[in-house]
């Protein structure tokens, strides 16, 4: 059974900077590829970074690129969001989640655990 909590949210200014942690329970996380993904209200969940299980290989969207660093400890069961310059507009929930694949991806259907989910306001 793989348990994932983030944490680390909260409310910030325009241009602050945020580190999201997502712990995991379970015994796959080290093997497995990881992700982050966001949902604002009113919207479908997106796509924000992927990494994959040795954190050799990442993937961001353009939206985030530059601004945004996915990374892992897998000796702590632990994956991390580094949010830096954040915009108005990366106000959502923002989920960890497991991929079951053996690649990277950006398909939320490719990811098989989710946590429930940490609040991020930036208020502009």
């Known amino acids: 059974q793989v348990q994932l909590v983030e944490s680390g949210g909260g409310l910030v200014q325009a241009g602050d900077s945020l580190r999201l942690s997502c712990a995991a329970s379970g015994r796959t996380f080290s093997r497995a590829h990881m992700g982050w993904f966001r949902q604002a209200p009113g919207k479908e969940r997106e796509f924000v970074a992927a990494?994959?299980?040795?954190?050799?290989?990442?993937d961001y969207p353009d939206s985030v690129k530059g601004r945004f660093t996915i990374s892992r400890d897998n000796a702590k069961n632990t994956l991390y969001l580094q949010m830096n310059s954040l915009k108005f507009e990366d106000t959502a929930v923002y989920y960890c989640a497991q991929n079951r694949r053996t690649v990277i991806t950006r398909r939320p259907g490719d990811y098989d655990y989710w946590g429930q989910g940490t609040q991020v306001t930036v208020s502009s």
């Open positions: 990494i994959s299980w040795s954190g050799g290989l990442t």
